[in-house]
């Protein structure tokens, strides 16, 4: 009987010891760093896709966007009738209102052999580019996201379309299928049921509108596949509140395209962490022609520290400490970042 109760008692001491173990996790080093999953370590990200430049997209979509800061990709046809009639708008309001600008072929009245896919697919990114070049002070080449237009006539091979779409530094965006709004989805509870399932999963969905309802103007006629504004509206404020509450990111295609892979072949190096100053190496595989966007990094820091500078080469900014860590920007394979105590 002695041996059985000395037995249970080293069983429970056990169990304890364990529990407490695994409560009690290590605490991270000042100096460790870790990349955020998305931007500003939200939990995951959505896009708006939107398609055939119809007026309605600089009617109503561009300044509901915009009241509400969120920005999403226009995928233009530049020698489409209703794009050719407003180009000036489109070309005055889009990339000077943060809008990303995307590749739709020239035409969307398909191709009917290479050379038409060659004229079709090159002569939309240089019309994309040279509208970039001019709103950013920056020369080509550059990614650009690309979107096939729902035609009939498509005379080449889908190996032929990939080497076109490397020839343009393309960005092919995922399928129409099971993201249409108003073909596929039509109420907000479903469209907002995409960026829930993106929150779930910690990764990326996607919304593709045609025409959004124009109320005011009234033309007479709607676009193409009109998006109420009784739902697109609600859409943008479900975004808004999930965005807010740090679960979502909303930005452009490309944008998520270029974080996803710095992100995955991204690794920081402590140089340096002492209780004056953290330095840190920030690298990633991806080609920095085309990969230099910035990179949401979360630093521990020593416990004393309550907010922080952060240095990379010219930029500059603070920081609060939240949970003995701080989160700032930095961009790969540039200077080295440092931080420090501020007072």
Request: proline share 5%; charged share 25%.
């Amino acid at each position: 009987m002695k041996i059985s109760k000395t037995l249970a008692q080293i069983t429970l001491a056990l169990v304890a010891v364990t529990t407490t173990n695994l409560a009690t996790p290590a605490v991270a080093q000042p100096g460790t760093t870790r990349i955020a999953k998305w931007h500003d370590d939200k939990k995951a990200t959505f896009l708006l896709m939107f398609d055939d430049g119809w007026p309605s997209h600089f009617q109503v979509a561009l300044p509901e966007l915009k009241k509400r800061d969120m920005t999403a990709t226009f995928y233009i046809v530049p020698s489409k009738g209703e794009y050719k009639k407003f180009e000036k708008t489109w070309r005055e309001q889009f990339l000077q209102q943060g809008m990303a600008l995307a590749n739709h072929t020239m035409t969307h009245d398909g191709l009917q052999s290479p050379e038409d896919a060659e004229r079709e697919f090159t002569d939309c990114t240089k019309y994309i580019n040279d509208l970039m070049d001019e709103a950013t002070k920056t020369k080509a080449p550059r990614l650009i996201s690309y979107g096939k237009p729902g035609v009939k006539d498509w005379n080449i091979t889908r190996a032929q379309e990939k080497e076109l779409i490397a020839k343009n530094n393309l960005i092919e965006r995922p399928d129409f299928a099971g993201h249409g709004a108003v073909y596929h989805w039509k109420t907000v509870e479903e469209m907002l049921a995409l960026a829930d399932k993106a929150i779930a999963k910690g990764g990326m969905e996607y919304l593709v509108i045609h025409g959004v309802e124009r109320i005011e103007p009234n033309w007479g006629y709607q676009d193409f596949w009109a998006l109420k504004q009784d739902v697109f509206l609600p859409l943008l404020d479900g975004l808004v509140m999930r965005r807010d509450k740090g679960e979502l990111w909303i930005t452009d295609h490309v944008s998520q395209h270029r974080y996803e892979t710095e992100r995955d072949s991204g690794a920081v190096k402590t140089i340096e962490s002492s209780a004056q100053k953290i330095k840190l190496e920030l690298k990633s595989a991806a080609d920095p022609q085309f990969y230099n966007l910035p990179l949401t990094l979360i630093t521990q820091v020593p416990d004393a520290w309550k907010k922080c500078r952060v240095t990379q080469g010219e930029t500059k900014s603070e920081a609060i400490v939240a949970d003995g860590a701080v989160m700032f920007e930095a961009r790969p394979n540039s200077e080295l970042i440092g931080i420090t105590p501020v007072g």
